[in-house]
């Protein structure tokens, strides 16, 4: 399974919303509405953001929300933050294993 | 709380094996999968398998079949990832992530483990 496709970067200013897209194939996403969203700081581990398509996990601000249409996932982010510069990664789940997109470098300007 | 520790970072020879272990701790080991994920340097993560902890049954990525095997034990709740016949692109950070979900390939992560392979 080739990974799924994101663009390499994003930005905007605080305050403002944007949106991650994850594209992919009817067989990347198998079906299933297992895509999962995660945020990774330089050096750490990845952070599970959304899963399920739309679910937050405890503790994830509601600024953060996802969605899907065909076979495009979408991360969007409101009332951006500094603190939310980070990669963010999708991943999904094609029936048999797992696939990632290639991660979207968000910058807060 | 969930807390999945791996062990230390590693320099291995290519052509060499590596076994890297993950001991979770703060919920039932048996109850949800281990899955492995890794990380090359400045580069996006990998889904390399997963082990059901509860029956040991495993699933690999296509790319891994055949050099990697992913085994547990439950009497001391860790996961072990062993890659073999390494070669200089294997290096990376391995990360095992727990999926309490059931429907993600980690929840909750451990800290990553480095291995570097050169000669």
């Known amino acids: 399974q080739s990974a799924l496709t994101q663009p390499p970067s994003a930005s905007g200013s605080p305050g403002q919303s944007v949106t991650i897209s994850c594209t992919g194939t009817s067989s990347d996403f198998g079906g299933y509405n297992y895509v999962s969203w995660y945020q990774q700081d330089p050096g750490k581990a990845p952070k599970l953001m959304i899963y399920?398509?739309?679910k937050r996990p405890s503790g994830v601000p509601d600024r953060f929300s996802g969605s899907k249409s065909g076979n495009t996932a979408s991360l969007t982010v409101s009332g951006l933050q500094a603190e939310d510069e980070a990669d963010y990664y999708c991943s999904s789940y094609t029936g048999s294993s797992w696939v990632f997109g290639g991660g979207t470098k968000l910058t807060v300007l | 709380q969930v807390q999945l520790v791996q062990s230390g970072a590693e320099v291995k020879k290519p052509g060499a094996s590596v076994k890297v272990s993950c001991k979770a701790s703060g919920y039932t080991f048996t109850d949800y999968h281990i899955h492995w994920v890794r990380q090359a340097p400045g580069q996006g993560l990998e889904w390399m398998g997963g082990?059901?902890?509860?029956?040991?049954?495993?699933y690999y990525a296509q790319k891994f079949q055949g050099r990697v095997t992913m085994t547990r034990d439950t009497s001391i709740s860790t996961a072990y990832m062993e890659l073999s016949r390494l070669r200089s692109d294997d290096t990376a950070v391995y990360y095992c992530?727990?999926?309490?979900?059931?429907?993600?390939?980690?929840?909750?992560w451990g800290q990553g483990t480095l291995v570097t392979v050169s000669s």
């Open positions: 399920e398509v739309t």
């Open positions: 082990i059901n902890p509860n029956d040991g049954g495993t």
């Open positions: 992530a727990s999926d309490l979900l059931r429907t993600t390939c980690g929840v909750s």
